[in-house]
């Protein structure tokens, strides 16, 4: 009878082998045959452990992509872990094009990839922390996308292009153009200093937004959602609600 380490183990050579066959495939094919014949188990063994191929793909996706999430340690600067964590983003999909493709490469209308949920989640919680010191322009939600879909597709462009011509330089550029899109214009120059960043209506509005997101207590819920409404219009620019210019 196989024990709970030997069951284990089995999953573990399973993951492995998979995960050399996905790297090695160029195309992101894999056969369930040359799997377990390299992870030295029959096919019984890997549908028990992972139920079909695409578990087993999914898995090693997942165990290959959570290398990448692992949280750095923060700079104690939003925008220098913006930047941190667009540069191992980048550098994750070069040094695995194959897990990378299968990440992105596999879009479904309307179908969020749980896999990449987590690394979005720390995205939004860098920018929500530049939002509470003013630093946003637009709102955390439309930030987190538009620095996502920068970020995927410099990448996929940089993993087209041959190793030894690749213009790494591309990311850079990309990197500052879509943190200038979403941040105050003072907040996108690098750390070497600059004019403190101007006030605007917008800008404070995307402020409170975040502090009261992050602690609405004092408020009722009927409240919490009357005082975010508000401050949505305000920090998208749009009329002032008549309730604020009554000054009720």
Partial sequence: MRTRGQSGEARDRLLLAAAELLEGSGDGTLSTRAVCERAGVQAPTLYHHFGSKQGLIDAVINHGFTQYVQPADP????????????????????EHPAFY????GRAEPGKPCAVTAPAHAMLRDLLTVAARQGLLTVPVGDAAEQILAANVGVTLSLITQPVGERDMGLSDRVREAALAAVLQPAAGRPAHGGAAVPATRAGAALTLLALVDEDPSGLSAGE???????LDRLAGGGPTPTAVRAGA
């Fill in 75 to 94: 700079t104690g600067d939003p925008l220098d872990d913006l930047r941190h964590g667009w540069d191992r983003h980048v550098a994750f999909g070069l």
């Fill in 101 to 104: 493709a299968l990440l992105y």
């Fill in 224 to 230: 919490h959602a009357l005082l975010r409404e508000l």
